[in-house]
């Protein structure tokens, strides 16, 4: 995977969470990048985009943190910086996420790095196939995936462009559609209403609902489609024409909370 220009990184150890990790909702806002800064550290299993809750003490470039006795600064080079992060540990399947730029990562938030975006791109539609995820499975067998066993996976080679672009809109449209459901909870650093409260022109709360769990409905439908087609671009671009392997439905992950209404 090196060789396609991609570096997994393992992040860091503070050596004591609970002094120097906060939920970003328990800090000041206005000492949100001077202080406390935005930190990727894993979180439940979920794809595209997501999880980003926690900032960390960074103050004076971790000062405090680098000062005490138990922590272990790793990757520093690639702090802040845009790439991929998945769940170190996954208990059913793995799921990888799209890392924008501005996060300090930790160890449970392992973090791929590119020197192409385009191939950023390629790497988080083939590693969210279900071609990836069969490849995953060998790489890892007890769903443990490190960075150094990231290291390990091989990497289709695309080059017509036609297929970049094809795979880029694709992934482009479940990354925005992951944000647009994340930003939907108040845990989200850029929540602005409830969907409920947005759709309540319609003067009654059930009409709300409804209408709401109609377009989760509507729009896990769409990511299903975007991830089957993905799916089915990289069977062909790596010639396994008689492959079954299709996408779960269950595993899409994108507008899931209709399954607790």
């Known amino acids: 995977i ?18 120097f990790i906060r939920n970003w909702f328990e800090v000041s806002h206005s000492k949100i990048g001077t ?17 980003f809750l926690s900032v960390i003490n960074w103050e004076n470039d971790g000062e405090v943190i680098k000062a005490h006795k138990s922590s272990v600064i790793r990757n520093p080079k690639h702090y802040f910086k845009e790439g991929i992060t998945w769940n170190r540990i996954s208990s059913s399947f ?12 930790d160890q449970a938030g392992d973090s791929m790095f590119f020197d192409d975006p385009k ?13 990836g995820f069969e490849l995953m499975k060998i790489l890892c ?7 150094g066993s990231l290291e390990q996976f091989p990497v289709p080679n695309i080059s017509e462009a036609s297929v970049i672009q ?7 449209n479940l990354i925005a559609l992951a944000k647009k459901d994340w930003d939907t909870s108040e845990l989200s650093m850029d929540f602005i209403s ?8 319609s003067g009654s709360i059930s009409i709300s609902l409804q209408n709401y769990i109609e377009n989760c409905n509507k729009y896990t439908n769409v990511a299903y489609l975007y991830e089957e087609e993905l799916n089915q671009c990289f069977i062909k671009v790596l010639g396994l024409y008689f492959s079954t392997l299709s996408v779960y439905l269950s595993r899409v992950l994108i507008f899931n909370i209709v399954g607790f209404i």
Not at 94 to 105: A, D, H, T, V
Not at 194 to 201: F, K
């Open 141 to 147: 067998p007890t769903l443990n995936a490190t960075a």
């Open 94 to 105: 793995f799921s990888f996420r799209y890392l924008p730029e501005g996060f300090i990562f």
């Open 194 to 201: 409830n969907p409920l409260v947005q759709d309540y022109q």
């Open 2 to 19: 090196k060789a396609y220009g991609a570096t997994p990184a393992t992040g860091l150890q503070t050596g004591d969470n609970g002094k």
């Open 35 to 51: 202080k406390w800064y935005k930190l990727n550290d894993g979180g439940n299993a979920r794809k595209w985009y997501g999880n």
């Open 119 to 131: 191939d950023l791109t390629i790497m988080i539609g083939f590693l969210n196939s279900s071609v």
């Open 166 to 172: 094809y795979i880029q809109k694709r992934v482009d």
